[in-house]
């Protein structure tokens, strides 16, 4: 999981480095916006928790270095971080933002340089990966990371439909609201399934992601709703009336 953009060489140099450490693995790339830890960090968690090999790795690198506004020495960053689930899932991310937050899980700092290259998560990070799913112990302290965002717009699919972190219905079912993102306000009508609603019209419903309990979602039926709202960034506020 990075921000390095979708086909772009970082991710095919990523997966070299990969494939030489861990020759037997399979690693499937998952692209996110430039610096977006929110986006990352839905990700992290969805893959984390949803089925699959207990024997996974979810590791993801989006490291705006925002941590300090000061000129950085050797290209030093974020701390790389990591957390095995109960069951069994290794998670390893840059703990940057939220990357690590939706887990809502102790993570802890791994014992790896934070600097020495600007491409970490190429020639520096890998081989951590590698020795923590052989075992090695290389987790120190724990870190502190913020809670994830609450009523917002943390993912945007393929077909413009907007993930939330409403986990709630707003309204009964049925009702008509208004919701608000951003500068951008738009009808809609919450239903128990996205598709719950005439074609052309907005529906707020649980969708097809979360872990738990269902994160809703905005769809547009026929249409695109992150166009209707004018292409929203995670992490914006989803407000309803």
């Not at 430039?34 to 993801?60: H, M, N, S």
């Not at 049925?174 to 919701?179: C, L, N, P, T």
């Not at 994160?215 to 960034?233: D, Q, S």
């Amino acid at each position: 999981m990075a921000d390095y953009g979708a086909g772009d060489l970082a991710f095919a140099e990523v997966r070299q480095r990969f494939a030489k450490l861990m020759p037997h693995a399979e690693t499937t790339a998952v692209p996110v916006r430039p610096f977006d830890t929110v986006g990352a960090g839905f990700c992290v968690a969805q893959l984390a928790f949803g089925e699959g090999p207990a024997d996974r790795i979810v590791y993801a690198n989006v490291a705006p270095r925002g941590d300090e506004d000061d000129p950085r020495a050797d290209n030093a960053g974020e701390p790389l971080s990591a957390c095995r689930l109960p069951s069994g899932v290794l998670v390893v991310g840059v703990a940057a933002g939220y990357c690590m937050s939706f887990l809502e899980v102790p993570v802890r700092a791994v014992k790896v340089s934070d600097a020495g290259s600007q491409f970490r998560s190429r020639d520096v990070f890998p081989a951590a990966v590698a020795e923590l799913a052989r075992g090695a112990d290389l987790l120190g302290a724990e870190l502190t990371v913020p809670p994830p965002p609450s009523r917002s717009v943390v993912w945007t699919d393929g077909y413009g439909n907007l993930k939330t972190s409403w986990h709630e219905p707003p309204a009964p079912v049925g009702s008509a609201v208004r919701v608000r993102i951003g500068g951008v306000t738009q009808s809609a009508v919450v239903s128990d399934g996205v598709f719950g609603v005439p074609s052309g019209t907005m529906s707020f419903a649980p969708g097809s992601s979360g872990w738990g309990k269902p994160f809703y979602e905005l769809l547009l039926r026929g249409g695109n709703a992150a166009a209707a709202f004018g292409g929203p960034p995670n992490g914006s506020k989803v407000e309803v009336a």
